[in-house]
């Protein structure tokens, strides 16, 4: 970012550069609370944003700032948040800068404009940015000490067309082996597990001691080497043909020329966007032809209606992890768990003559301390990105030809060292950041029979179909082949994950646990039932919302207030028109179903809690109503129990939250593994997240439902909270509710006509801390005198 011109500039600049994120939004709400901000408040506010990855209120506010001002000053940032939120504006905009040769931008600049116009502009466009970005830069250097190493990385697409075609080889197969490196050079692999994944793939090919290689001389050399190395037992022979190798960028593959009809394996983690711009560069290249295998994939944005397209018509893939399978059955993708390559990278890596003596490598290792005396080896480093392809494979090479002469034992939580190291015959404890990582999905814990299963199992599938490619057999016959070779193991994956098995019942029934706390409804005409679940930092701010609630109301209210420490509350006077009731949480023996109050069961118990209403608002402690509630609670439900809004938060992924949930389980790895097929198998990945402070309940038709019995079945099994199980049971199979029932001020671009404000973050509007529209909070929710709950 350019050097800030305001105080305020420079202490928000400071603020985020030490991660105060809170402290920050606090000081540009303060300034923003003033009568005509100027633009550098503005500016501030949308850095913010920005930051938090807020971009709709990132772009309010530098469009309120203007551009002119957002670029001399922010130009980073506000070229981001245009291509974020308006991919066309930043065509377009960029257009403009190119024309106006009077504009100074800056190589710095024109660089993150180029990163964007990779992922969305056509060749033209690209390259003409990318000529400004190396002009700007001379003579400038001292602005971007950064700038000659990113500049030299580009180099490689400086000219490069999207799709284009190579000429043919003749009558050879054009064959691919895949690579990592992409214009973003921070988004470029450093882990060499990379090229070992590579490295047990191209094991697959040189099987076949009867192919001539032909093309990069580097790459058909070490092609040549590794197939002297095959074990003897693995080795074929008999099946002659020329093959012309090619290298393919996994996450950058359409700015490269390949022949038409070009074969590939295509496999691993497709984790990476491109240049980082939250666009991925997938489906591959038009000219190529892959057979899925190994595969991970759990990025919304890359699972495109384009891409799931490609995924079926180049199917059945073949999964490194059972998440993935089941993700992709749910969006009717044929797709079977083949484990990951790296099981069989012993394919090259002849018997030993004799075994080392015991000694113990580490790996990343993570988990524990490092004994003394030992090192704590890295297999991700920044030296990956600056050696060439085939370097990278000799170092893959050389690593694991390391760990097994000099080794015994390895301890690592790089899942591409315990699969290879492993295949090689060491003893290897897997130590993972968490177990319940969705990666590990089958992967963990593997017993002999099991590893031996996924090896094998990955030999004698790929075997007849390579033979197929390297025969010359046309598209349409290989397909076909790998359809008919797969059909089995995808018709076991599909049993799997279509499999009902109950989870072990509650020893009680939810109303029967419920019943101590429930509490009667006496009739009332033309009521709004309102339900607070206040937690217990808010128990003293409950009084002023039910008087705020009061003072709004236009019909009869029924405030429910349910939850533990209620007795805590002090209640003001309310209109004759209101009755204020206490739910408390204490006679609920959650111990007896295996539920800890921490998951705030209160919300999967409020059907059985309020036995004798059918349809209620629930309404933040955290918040002032403006509107009436009553038409809220008249909102049309269509055929679903939840309205609730999408959710206010940067993450909008219901899936990402439930897979945070189970990561919760690394203690439970097999528990957290069943979660995420239960959730696949009950959800098309993804739908949107919901917030779940204001929303308005079908009651009734939850009861009907069995959503009490469901979510704290859940709840025990995988020890999610109430918020998650109702995340779960939903999905989103919900009413979309109007924002203005929900506005977060602080996430969301300023709202003349809010009728709920819901201050969702962690700065509340009575705290010590400026936060945007407390004075709302104030004028609403001021002190009453206290009556008598009734």
């Known amino acids: 970012m350019a050097e800030p011109a305001t105080p305020l500039l420079r202490e928000v600049q400071q603020l985020l ?76 905009l960029t257009r403009q800068w190119l024309d106006d040769t009077s504009r100074s931008l800056g190589a710095r600049t024109w660089h993150t404009i180029l990163r964007y116009v990779f992922a969305h502009g056509d060749t033209g466009l690209r390259h003409a940015v990318h000529e400004r970005l190396v002009a700007s830069y001379r003579g400038n250097e001292a602005h971007w000490p ?52 590579t490295l047990a793939s191209l094991g697959h090919v040189v099987r076949r001691q009867d192919l001539r290689f032909h093309g990069d001389p580097d790459i058909v050399g070490f092609a040549e080497e590794m197939q002297t190395r095959v074990r003897p037992e693995l080795r074929l022979s ?143 480093y920044r030296g990956v990105k600056a050696r060439t392809f085939v370097g990278n494979m000799r170092a893959a090479v050389d690593l694991l030809e390391w760990y097994r002469t000099a080794h015994t034992h390895v301890v690592t939580k790089r899942l591409h060292c315990y699969l290879p190291a492993t295949s090689l015959g060491l003893d290897v404890d897997f130590e993972p950041a968490n177990y319940a990582d969705v990666r590990f999905n089958g992967l963990y814990p593997l017993d002999h029979d099991g590893f031996e299963a996924i090896r094998s199992g990955m030999i004698a599938r790929l075997e007849p179909v390579l033979g197929a490619i390297f025969a010359g057999r046309d598209a349409e016959d290989v397909y076909a082949l790998w359809r008919e070779t797969v059909a089995g193991e995808v018709e076991v994956a599909r049993a799997r994950h279509t499999a009902s098995t109950p989870l072990p ?59 533990a420490g209620l007795q805590k509350i002090q209640l003001p006077e309310v ?71 999408h959710t206010s938060a940067a993450d909008p992924s219901g899936f990402g939250l439930l897979y945070r949930a189970a990561r919760r389980l690394d203690d439970a790895p097999v528990k957290a593994y069943d979660f995420y097929r239960r959730i696949h198998a009950r959800h098309e990945f993804d739908f949107n997240a919901f917030d779940t402070g204001v929303m308005v309940l079908d009651l009734a038709r939850l009861r009907a439902e069995g959503f009490s019995a469901t979510a704290l079945t859940a709840m025990r099994e995988f020890r999610i909270d109430s918020r998650e199980a109702l995340h779960l049971h939903v999905g989103p199979h919900r009413t979309e509710l109007d924002p203005a029932w929900d506005h977060v001020p602080t996430r969301d671009v300023p709202m003349a006509d809010a009728r709920l404000v819901h201050w969702a973050d962690a700065t509340k509007p009575w705290g010590d801390d400026y936060v945007a529209q407390q004075e709302l909070w104030h004028d609403r929710a001021e002190e009453a005198p206290v009556a008598a709950a009734s």
């Open 17 to 92: 550069g030490a991660g105060e994120l809170l402290a920050t939004q606090s000081a540009v709400d303060r300034a923003l609370a003033t009568a005509s901000p100027a633009a550098e408040v503005h500016l501030a506010a949308g850095l913010v944003a920005q930051r938090r990855r807020l971009f709709p209120l990132a772009k309010h506010h530098f469009d309120a700032a203007g551009d002119d001002v957002a670029l001399a000053l922010a130009p980073g940032p506000f070229v981001e948040t245009v291509f974020r939120t308006d991919p066309e504006r930043g065509l377009a």
């Open 146 to 197: 950064e700038g000659a190493a990113e500049i030299e990385w580009l180099e490689r697409w400086r000219r490069a067309d999207r799709h284009a075609t190579a000429p043919a080889p003749g009558t050879r197969v054009p064959f691919a082996v895949m690579d990592y490196v992409q214009p973003g050079k921070a988004k470029t692999s450093q882990n060499i597990g990379d090229q070992v994944q």
């Open 238 to 380: 008999g099946e002659a043909a020329d093959v012309e190798l090619y290298r393919v960028d996994r996450d950058a593959s359409t700015f490269q020329e390949f022949p038409e009809g070009t074969w590939m394996l295509e496999f691993g983690w497709h984790a990476h966007d491109l240049a980082g711009t939250g666009v991925w560069d997938f489906p591959l290249h038009q000219n190529l032809r892959p057979i899925f295998v190994s595969f991970h994939c759990n990025k919304r944005g890359l699972l495109t209606p384009e891409s799931l397209e490609y995924l079926r018509a180049h199917g059945p893939v073949g999964c490194r992890d059972w998440t993935t399978v089941d993700l992709l059955l749910s969006l009717d993708v044929p797709a079977f768990f083949s484990g990951c390559l790296t099981t069989t990278v012993s394919t090259v890596f002849p018997e030993l003559a004799a075994r080392p003596e015991p000694a113990t490598v580490y790996v990343d290792a993570v988990r524990n301390p490092v004994p003394a005396g030992h090192d704590n080896v890295k297999q991700s």
């Open 505 to 563: 019942a509650l020893p009680r029934d939810p109303a029967a646990l419920a019943a101590p706390a429930a509490v009667r409804a006496e009739p009332m005409t033309d009521v709004v039932d309102v339900v607070l679940l206040p937690r217990r930092e808010e128990l003293a701010h409950v009084g002023e919302v039910v008087r705020a609630l009061d003072a709004a109301a236009g019909h009869p209210l029924r405030v429910w207030i349910v939850g």
């Open 575 to 645: 209109s004759a028109g209101t009755r204020v009731l206490r739910v408390p949480s204490r006679p609920l023996d959650l111990d007896v179903v295996g539920i800890t109050r921490g998951q705030r069961p209160h919300l999967a118990l409020l059907p059985d809690l309020l036995p004798d209403v059918g349809r209620a608002v629930v309404v933040p402690v955290d918040s002032v109503v403006v509107g009436d509630l009553a038409d809220l609670a008249a909102v049309d439900l269509g055929d679903h129990a939840v309205a609730a809004r």
